[in-house]
């Protein structure tokens, strides 16, 4: 049911004043609209960042498949505006809209935020508000969506806490449908004993509390934050986080999907109308990881692994081909050549598509064997760049951090991609680990360089490499929990120290900019007072902070210098950089991960053992 007064009036008065007005009129290929009077339940996914970044989110596209194929759901889609359509919106005091059927955020059943990346916080105050949904979940009453949260940051959901009804944390597939329908019943309930009047007021505030308390106690991973209430220590390290009722669990296990092959792959994605960060089919091969690498949150949160069958790929990527007309399939998972059958897919899929001039690109390859023989598997297509992720270049350092790679492997593989026409080769490396020496920092130049001299050996000049390298955060669930980020200067000193050492032309060194990586660290590693942070920053102008030319950084250090004032502990170096105690409380204690903490305190302690070795070595 469209809402044709509010995009008549988007349409003519604000569109024709904003930069790629394409990305928020809807109407895409694939695009599912409903009439909303044919359905029982509203779903938003909304995407904190701009259309071209949530548009090539592969769970995006997988959960709007999956409500849009229940009869009884619609599910539509919003995405943060850029500053100019935030402006026009304000001016016109015009509401945040579905790309679907221009509905108001308000008017959904659930509004639903896939955390991706923690610098998108400030994102999800701009959406609410715009919205005009209460940032405050304390402050909505049943009138008011239910707004939930999943993903990577909900990790440590709590910095955004009081801004979330509910977090999920796992796979979305049976737990977004579950809290869905289970939303809609205990609404429907409260309405048939008590009225419409019950929606509203002081009122519907109460009922919404209990019903998200019902919730808490039905659902096993549905973590409602507004019945747990953080206690510190008077130095501001946290001492406990206490229930303020004894019917919501002490601690949250993740979804967890049990038979990913069995799962439908959406093979109808939408096909944006503006030009993606990723324009291409994607098929999910294996959901997990092999591998226990510390530095890695996704092989912890993402566990146990799971694959699909080669004819179930090869079937949904057919079907998607047909469906979309893109000419690039992309094969997904945490390590792609880890795909037990991953020689066998990837000839299956040139012999499918090897005729229909579709290009098939293989991310997250790890360096391994296999790697030898991908670049003849594959094929250059279209694209003549290896992408590959060492990490590290030295092998005490990969013993350190448990990525279990050979440098041979990695030179042998890039020689076999220049003699099969590859051109360039990406590698990512991190900076600011623990333990890291000079040496190490020597290494990812000297390996880069080594990959360059190989392509003059293989095509009588050197390959272009760049490594990229970016700002090792400790993220909650790793075993390097427990360690303090590196300093502003030390990034800084270690950037510059590796961009002198280049001395071939055709290699460069790419690092991600130390005041992003500090404000990830700040968000991804504080507790629930950080939202009053959160909240300033946003109110004094924080937008799309993941965008280097939109960060700006002094709006963040002020207000946590502020809000820190009266808060003991409520400070960078208490927060970011400060080592915590293997005994010590975290904010995130409370949400159960595979293996559980036990399996995270012995990695730490193996890991500051080898630390010592290393450090004895030298």
């Not at 360089?449 to 000049?461: D, K, L």
């Amino acid at each position: 049911m469209l809402n044709v007064q509010l995009k008549e009036f988007v349409s003519r008065h604000i569109l024709p004043r904003v930069q790629t007005p394409a990305q928020y009129v809807g109407g895409e290929l694939n695009m599912v609209r409903k009439d909303h009077r044919s359905v029982r339940g509203k779903l938003c996914l909304a995407f904190p960042d701009t259309y071209t970044i949530g548009m090539s989110h592969h769970g995006l596209q997988v959960l709007y498949t999956l409500m849009n194929s229940r009869a009884d759901w619609v599910c539509e889609r919003a995405f943060a505006p850029w500053d100019d359509m935030e402006r026009l919106l304000r001016e016109n005091n015009t509401p945040l809209y579905s790309l679907e059927t221009f509905t108001p955020l308000d008017q959904f059943d659930v509004l639903g935020f896939t955390l991706q990346y923690e610098i998108c916080t400030s994102n999800i105050l701009t959406m609410l508000d715009l919205g005009r949904i209460p940032l405050r979940s304390v402050e909505r009453t049943l009138e008011q969506p239910l707004v939930i949260a999943g993903g990577p940051c909900a990790q440590n959901p709590e910095p955004i806490a009081p801004f979330v009804d509910i977090f999920v944390t796992g796979d979305g597939e049976p737990s977004l449908p579950a809290i869905c329908d289970e939303w809609l019943r205990l609404r429907d309930d409260v309405v048939a004993r008590h009225g419409s009047e019950a929606l509203a007021g002081e009122a519907g505030r109460r009922h919404r509390e209990e019903i998200l308390a019902q919730m808490a106690a039905r659902l096993p991973f549905a973590y409602v934050p507004r019945f747990y209430e953080p206690e510190f220590y008077a130095d501001g390290r946290m001492a406990t986080l206490n229930r303020t009722r004894p019917d919501v669990p002490e601690t949250i296990e993740p979804s967890i999907l049990d038979d990913l092959d069995g799962t439908p792959l959406p093979t109808a994605p939408i096909v944006p109308y503006v030009e993606c960060v990723h324009d291409r089919i994607a098929i999910e091969i294996m959901r997990g990881c092999p591998w226990q690498c510390r530095f890695c949150q996704s092989t912890v949160i993402k566990r146990p692994l799971r694959v699909r069958e080669v004819e179930t790929l090869i079937a949904a990527a057919l079907e998607s081909y047909r469906n979309t007309g893109f000419n690039e399939i992309s094969l997904l998972s945490l390590s792609t050549s880890d795909y037990p059958y991953f020689e066998q897919l990837v000839r299956r899929l040139r012999e499918v598509f090897g005729p229909l001039d579709v290009n098939i690109a293989v991310p997250s390859l790890r360096v391994n064997e296999i790697l030898k023989s991908v670049a003849a598997l594959i094929g250059t297509g279209r694209h003549s760049s290896l992408t590959l992720a060492p990490e590290v270049a030295r092998d005490d350092m990969r013993e350190q951090i448990r990525k279990k790679i050979k440098n041979e492997d990695l030179f042998e593989g890039c020689r076999q991609a220049f003699l099969n026409g590859f051109t360039k080769v990406k590698l990512y490396f991190m900076c600011g680990l623990p333990g890291e020496r000079q040496v190490d920092l020597d290494g990812i130049v000297d390996m880069a360089e080594t990959i360059a001299r190989i392509g003059r050996e293989v095509r009588g000049r050197f390959m272009q490499v760049t490594a990229s390298v970016s700002n090792f955060v400790p993220k909650a669930h790793t075993p390097y929990q427990w360690n303090g980020m590196q300093r502003r200067e030390y990034f800084q000193w270690a950037h510059n120290y590796m961009k002198r050492r280049v001395k071939i032309r055709s290699v460069a060194v790419k690092c991600h900019p130390v005041e992003t990586s500090l404000l990830e660290g700040l968000l991804s590693r504080g507790d629930r007072r950080l939202a009053d942070v959160i909240e300033l920053a946003w109110r004094r102008g924080a937008r799309l902070d993941s965008w280097s030319e939109r960060l700006n950084a002094d709006l963040w250090w002020q207000a946590l210098a502020e809000v820190g004032q009266n808060q003991p502990g409520l400070d960078f170096e208490m927060i970011v950089h400060r080592p915590r105690e293997i005994g010590e409380r975290l904010p995130w204690d409370h949400i159960n991960v595979k293996k559980g903490r036990t399996f995270l305190e012995k990695e730490q302690m193996r890991a500051t053992a080898q630390l010592t070795a290393m450090a004895g070595a030298m």
